[in-house]
């Protein structure tokens, strides 16, 4: 597949999201990972409701434009991370064609989340991660994540609540991300303190909250 352009989806790719989740479960139960994702769980409406609050994200060739994936980025989720400051973006569902895109493309549209969240002068990405997957667990560690707590009972759309582990990752933030002149490099801006209401670490009051992005 060409060079990948990303841009924000709006009503007009819904039916199309809908089709990447389940043709991602489908992949994923043709290998054995049960227990995630099912086809038919997630429908338009799921998707129009993240539009609304966050952001959905299309990633599709220069040429043609033929969808390669997508993912949704949250500015909060407190069904796994409790309440927190505005420090984090929260990357889910994040969705491959892989019919289409060539190896790598997963990790390439990580990477352009990661971006996104640095552009809003955000300190961390953050995402769950089914417990119990250690193909998925490994996937993210060699990204770069590393594992901050554990939630129990996280409620599902479509489904029974499960248990999640917690990731994240200190942004890469560019000159100018959050309106200074600070150099490359990753933003340790907000230290972790045990939750006592979780079971899961969060960032102590480190940040002041600029940059937080419109919801």
């Known amino acids: 597949m060409d060079d990948l352009r990303f841009r924000r989806a709006d009503t007009t790719d819904l039916g199309t999201l809908v089709r990447l989740r389940d043709d991602a479960a489908r992949w994923m139960l043709g290998r054995g990972i049960t227990g995630q994702w099912q086809p038919g769980q997630l429908g338009e409406d799921h998707f129009r409701r993240v539009m609304d609050r966050g952001e959905v994200w299309i990633a599709e060739a ?38 289409a895109a060539p190896p790598g493309t997963g990790r390439t549209l990580l ?6 969240v640095a552009e ?28 901050v707590g554990h939630k129990a009972g996280k409620p599902q759309p479509g489904g029974a609540p499960k248990s999640f582990t917690l990731m994240e990752k200190a942004c890469e933030v560019t000159v ?17 303190v045990k939750s ?20």
């Open 62 to 99: 220069e040429t043609g434009g033929r969808v390669a994936g997508a993912w949704e980025l949250w500015w909060e989720d407190e069904d796994a991370w409790g309440p927190q400051p505005p420090v984090a973006g929260y990357v889910h569902r994040l969705m491959v064609d892989r019919a």
């Open 111 to 116: 990477r352009a989340a990661e971006r996104r």
């Open 120 to 147: 809003t002068g955000r300190a961390f990405v953050r995402l769950d991660c089914l417990a119990g997957n250690a193909r998925l667990h490994a996937y993210y560690l060699d990204a770069g994540y590393g594992v």
């Open 176 to 192: 100018g991300a959050r309106g200074g002149d600070a150099d490359e490099g990753p933003v340790h801006a907000a230290r972790h």
């Open 196 to 215: 006592s209401d979780g079971g899961h670490d969060r960032p102590g009051d480190g940040r002041d909250g600029r940059g937080r992005a419109a919801r």
